[in-house]
């Protein structure tokens, strides 16, 4: 004899799983008034872009990837040109998912870059060509 689902007891979910208690610990999702405060932000720097990627937000700047915004907190391409702007702020990469190894060379953009749009134009450009060297070694 098979359960039906008015059989499930309150407490369990979907197949028997905990229910969702608010946005998961996992998610990377962010809010859409977070989403619009960076791009009206970035409106200086170009054909800057949003699209969806893995319950987060990934920005682009004419084609180019340069940038994640994941839990309302935006994160930026580094490599050797611009990494050590981040470090001196304390910002630290962007690691998707705290319970596993690695990171991904994009760190969080302190606060005050963030809340000035001249200065975070500036700091997404560096990201942008960042991303253009890296796409650049790529192709070699």
């Known amino acids: 004899?098979?359960?039906?689902v008015q059989d499930r007891?309150?407490?369990?979910?979907?197949r028997g799983a905990p229910p969702k208690q608010g946005p998961s610990r996992?998610?990377?999702?962010?809010s859409s008034a977070f989403r619009?405060?960076?791009?009206?932000?970035l409106s200086d720097l170009g054909?800057?872009?949003?699209?969806?990627?893995?319950?987060?937000?990934g920005l682009y700047c004419?084609?180019?990837?340069?940038?994640?915004?994941?839990?309302?907190?935006?994160?930026?391409?580094v490599d050797d040109g611009n990494r050590t702007d981040y470090e001196r702020a304390?910002?630290?990469?962007?690691?998707?998912y705290p319970d596993r190894p690695g990171t991904m060379q994009y760190y969080q953009v302190p606060v005050g870059i963030l809340e000035s749009a001249?200065?975070?134009?500036?700091?997404?450009?560096q990201s942008v060509q960042a991303a253009r060297r890296a796409t650049a070694r790529r192709t070699r």
């Open 1 to 4: 004899m098979s359960r039906r």
């Open 9 to 14: 007891k309150p407490e369990q979910g979907h």
């Open 62 to 77: 004419g084609g180019v990837f340069f940038g994640i915004i994941a839990r309302d907190v935006l994160f930026l391409k």
């Open 47 to 57: 054909d800057v872009t949003a699209r969806s990627m893995f319950g987060g937000v």
């Open 26 to 30: 996992r998610s990377l999702a962010g």
């Open 36 to 41: 619009d405060f960076v791009l009206d932000q």
């Open 90 to 96: 304390g910002m630290k990469p962007f690691k998707p």
């Open 118 to 125: 001249p200065d975070l134009v500036r700091w997404a450009g």
